[in-house]
């Protein structure tokens, strides 16, 4: 049965939830704010399904990346837009030991579909004296252009607010919501890292976490290659690169800041030592983080039909398309997402 459906945000989840939904049959209405700070109009879109720090492989990462390259694509093709871009990631080695760990676990069935064996031949104007290794499936996502493009698409069709979403303002009356005098099914807080703001779901450990990242270009420097090296750079498009990222915890301050400006460009000369950098914009947004960097999904202990779905951080580009069947299988069938998603998980 065709459901009425508020979703309060359009960041790349309540976006994405919402061409999920209409695909289903269902109506749905969209109301976000525009903010600026939020980490989808920011962020660089760059997914890794590799962990560096450790080098193993992220939660659930093939299965992750096999479900976003077919939401994507499809939604893509709705569009009538590319916004989804795969490419290799090389991994510059900081040291001897990442290089022989890399090495050795290449080998292994578990990593051999992400990791490549192979060391390639060295990289022009890039220092990288113990080498590197390729994730083979890696990537980025315009998140801009698929925010703004989708955003036009749902204003054409009636179905975005361009406003704040005021709490007080929404009535519930026997499992039914009352928003600015529509009636809902359903209602949907998808707002990223301003969750605590809001009433139903501020005490789920969702917190901010700031993200800078800065767009340059070069007078020689043509590399068209994703490096990490600590940092990424990011080729995107018109000879322009993406910087960063960082993560800073309980900063206040919304704004970019020169300290850590210049901290990125101070680490960008370790492996691009002759090129000079030309900054054309700086950025900075929220990512909304959990504890165990896990999304927090599901339905309101107390208030049936009221739902989370937030918590993606910083890889949301792969996370989203992951969670999105089970999300809209609860709220079809009322069937309960998975633990190590449930939003009430660090209560139990």
Request: proline fraction near 7%.
């Amino acid at each position: 049965m065709k459901k009425e459906i508020l979703i309060i945000g359009q960041g790349i989840a309540g976006t994405s939830l919402a061409f999920s939904l209409l695909e289903r049959g269902h109506r749905v209405q969209l109301i976000d704010d525009g903010h600026l700070s939020s980490s989808s109009k920011v962020a660089a879109g760059m997914w890794n399904p590799a962990s560096f720090k450790k080098l193993s492989l992220g939660w659930k990462a093939a299965e992750q990346l096999q479900l976003a390259e077919a939401f994507y694509i499809k939604i893509e093709e709705k569009l009538g837009i590319k916004f989804y871009h795969p490419m290799q990631l090389y991994r510059i080695f900081p040291d001897q030991h990442s290089a022989n760990e890399w090495d050795e676990k290449s080998a292994q069935k578990e990593f051999s579909s992400i990791l490549s064996p192979e060391i390639g031949p060295p990289l022009k104007d890039v220092k990288a004296p113990f080498g590197y290794g390729i994730v083979k499936h890696a990537g980025w996502c315009n998140l801009p252009a698929y925010l703004q493009v989708a955003a036009d698409y749902f204003r054409e069709n009636n179905m975005l607010v361009e406003e704040k979403f005021e709490a007080s303002q929404l009535d519930i009356q026997d499992e039914k919501f009352f928003y600015e005098k529509k009636k809902y099914d359903r209602v949907v807080l998808s707002i990223g890292y301003k969750n605590q703001t809001i009433p139903y779901f501020e005490n789920i450990p969702i917190y901010p976490n700031k993200g800078q990242v800065l767009t340059l270009s070069f007078d020689n420097y043509k590399e068209d290659k994703l490096l990490n090296y600590g940092n990424f750079l990011l080729p995107v498009d018109e000879g322009k690169y993406r910087l960063g990222a960082t993560y800073e915890f309980n900063d206040p301050n919304p704004d970019p800041t020169i300290a850590t400006r210049e901290k990125l460009l101070e680490k960008l000369t370790t492996v691009l030592p002759t090129q000079t950098p030309h900054v054309l914009e700086h950025k900075a947004g929220y990512r909304p983080t959990v504890p165990d960097r896990k999304p927090t999904i599901g339905e309101h202990h107390s208030i049936p039909k009221l739902y989370l779905f937030n918590g993606f951080g910083s890889k949301a580009v792969m996370y989203v398309p992951y969670c999105l069947p089970y999300f809209i299988d609860l709220i079809e069938n009322g069937t309960p997402v998975p633990e190590e998603l449930d939003l009430y998980r660090f209560k139990k």
